[in-house]
């Protein structure tokens, strides 16, 4: 969310498709395709762009036991997958160009 153009571009390289910056932004509505789901499309369906958005949970790791048991569970299996992230670092200096 910090850096979507960088972030994007990497994308795109990494799986062949060409990267078009107007598509970082598009018109706030709702999707046809989302109807069925539209509560997990809430958020996307009122922006215009890729921005973020703080959040206050009334649950989190640091005030539930199940979800700090959930969390220590799977951190190895997302700190395995963060090692394998996108370099966007080549992109990032491409954007401020």
Excluded: K
């Excluded at 969310?1 to 498709?17: D, F, I, N, S, W």
């Excluded at 990267?19 to 018109?27: D, E, V």
């Excluded at 369906?45 to 703080?54: K, L, Q």
């Amino acid at each position: 969310m910090a850096r979507p153009e960088a972030t994007m571009a990497a994308y795109c390289a990494a799986v062949g498709l060409p990267f078009i910056p107007r598509a970082l932004t598009w018109q706030p509505g709702e999707r046809p395709e989302w109807r069925r789901s539209a509560r997990w499309h809430a958020d996307v369906s009122a922006s215009s762009g890729f921005e973020r958005r703080e959040r206050v949970y009334p649950h989190t790791v640091e005030n539930s036991r199940d979800l700090a048991r959930f969390a220590a569970h799977h951190r190895p299996f997302y700190e395995r997958l963060y090692a394998q992230r996108l370099d966007v670092t080549p992109w990032e200096h491409a954007e401020s160009s």
